[in-house]
């Protein structure tokens, strides 16, 4: 086993970002600038073997959001390929991601086509190695010091954490799950794909205190009474207060949640967040109970 094998997205995008501050003698853009990160890869320990990233080069197929591929003529040259038609933080993110294959799976295989699924989500039913590029870009584009620093001084809603994307140049959805996975508060975050709930994702200390949606229909709707159900209110950056236990049946009754929430112009796609009380964990429960698969996997 080489020693990249056993290197998590996370750590290794921490060590890109020394590397990065090293580079920088005046101070590293918030943005994290990718083709610095290309160029430089070569030159480090996690491009050994390689002389050359290519330039990344557009292509328009749908099938695919990014590919990382190996020269067949000159095995020291790689070269990334990503969608043209997405939007440039989304594009930004799939080149991260190839990024990501290219230091940690390079050794297993010669070829990455990577599909919207597989970059961006990180949910939990992805290939190990689909993860792990997503846990690479999502470190390397949002640096945890910095984004700890940001979000720790204010009160969150749909603009501060808009603000973040901003400064990151990252998408909206992009920082929200990074926040998720990251903030010590009980949150929720839903992505609703023409209606229907496509993928969930809880804080962990939402997990541990059992803090999940009720469920309706399957495919799952939105819930009565909430900001998901209502057609007329596209838009909800500054978020609603409403009783917790309209979305969470588990939760008492004088628990209140701040509802957000974006809706995608063009699409039909639409992102909640639910920033929920604090509650204490519920120490009764056991984790494979609250594993059953609802979590980031519905399609
Ligand atoms: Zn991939």
């Known amino acids: 086993m080489s020693a990249a094998q056993a290197l998590t997205g996370s750590i290794v995008a921490n060590t890109v970002q020394k590397w990065l501050r090293a580079w920088y003698s005046t101070g590293m853009p918030d943005a994290i600038d990718l083709e610095v990160v290309r160029q430089m890869l070569p030159s480090t320990p996690y491009g050994t073997g390689v002389r050359e990233i290519r330039p990344p080069v557009q292509f328009n ?16 040259v790689w070269g990334i390929a990503y969608n043209g ?27 990455f086509n990577c599909d919207k699924q597989s970059v961006h989500t990180g949910i939990e039913t992805l290939r190990d190695i689909e993860r792990e ?9 949002m640096p945890g010091d910095l984004l700890r620093s940001w979000v720790s001084s204010q009160r969150i809603d749909f603009r501060v954490l808009g603000d973040i994307a901003k400064r990151f140049q990252v998408s909206l959805e992009a920082l929200c799950i990074r926040y998720i996975k990251f903030t010590t508060d009980r949150a929720i975050l839903v992505y609703w794909d023409n209606g229907f709930v496509k993928y969930e994702w809880r804080s962990n200390s939402a997990k541990k205190t059992r803090a999940r949606i009720r469920r309706n229909t399957d495919p799952q709707e939105p819930l009565p009474g909430t900001l998901a159900a209502d057609a007329d209110i596209e838009q909800e950056w500054d978020g609603i207060e409403m009783s917790a236990a309209i979305w969470c049946p588990e939760e008492a009754q004088h628990m209140k949640l701040r509802e957000f929430k974006h809706s995608h112009p063009a699409r039909d796609r639409v992102l909640t ?11 009764w429960d056991r984790s494979w109970q609250d594993e059953d698969g609802f979590d980031g996997n519905n399609r």
């Open 85 to 111: 038609k997405s939007r440039l933080e989304r594009q930004r993110f799939t080149i991260a991601h190839e990024l990501g294959h290219f230091i940690l799976h390079r050794s297993q295989q010669q070829k």
């Open 133 to 141: 590029a997503d846990d690479f870009a999502s470190n390397l584009l």
């Open 61 to 76: 197929d749908d099938a695919f959001e990014g590919m990382l591929a190996r020269d067949p003529n000159d095995h020291e």
């Open 273 to 283: 967040l639910l920033l929920l009380e604090s509650a204490e964990p519920r120490r």
